[in-house]
């Protein structure tokens, strides 16, 4: 990972990793460099698959941020390309070490068997029952709580032309775009009985203002990478 400040791609790194598995700490260390470490010694295969596929999308959001606080004194470079070429550094070394995963050319890991027939982030999700068992104590704390809804459009054109893989795929980027969007402030529900193309995003102590800029961002996040392709 190419350094935006002092190390910020791991700290970006180490804080999807741990809500992708739902851990508080990944380890002992000094310094965000040997939390890291520590962990890649004494991970697991699943939960190293986890780490490298995590690693465009920490790089992504250092980026991201530095630009948006003009970090960069001798312009902004190209985040996408910056990206592209982490992924292909990341194929060359599973390649290299005889693993069977690639990164797609839409920046998912491709574990090839390895994994569930659908994506485990999207089968994780909860659905109506738990967004309901969820809202209920909220609501009675009589605080702000931001609620949106999501409806992929034209989804069923992707299962129909592309098949329910890809469709599946479609979904789990969708969910992932969606937390680099809300991060830890919120919770994604799976809302869609069917096609399975609509989620409801809470937001506790969002106001009205704040949730109407976090759904249009999300908007624009889902729109640019193309879920469909």
Known sequence: MRGVTGGEELYELQDALK????????????SIAEKMMNFVMTASEDDLYALIELIPQAQFKAHQKALREGRFPL????TVSAVRRIIVTLNAFLEKYGSRAQFRSNGTLDREG????????????????????????????????????????SFKAVNEK???KVGDDCLERAVAVTYGVIG????????????GDEFVCVLPNFSTSETGATAARLREAIEAASLGG
């Open 19 to 30: 809500f992708r598995l739902g851990r508080l700490t990944l380890g002992a260390g000094n």
């Open 75 to 78: 312009g902004p470079p190209d």
């Open 114 to 153: 390895s994994i569930v027939e659908k994506p485990r982030k999207l089968l994780g999700l909860s659905g109506r029952d738990a967004l309901v068992g969820d809202l209920v104590p909220l609501l009675q704390k009589e605080r702000p709580v931001g609620i949106i809804f999501l409806d992929l459009d």
């Open 162 to 164: 592309f098949g329910h």
């Open 184 to 195: 830890d402030k919120g919770k994604l529900y799976r809302y869609g009985k069917h096609a």
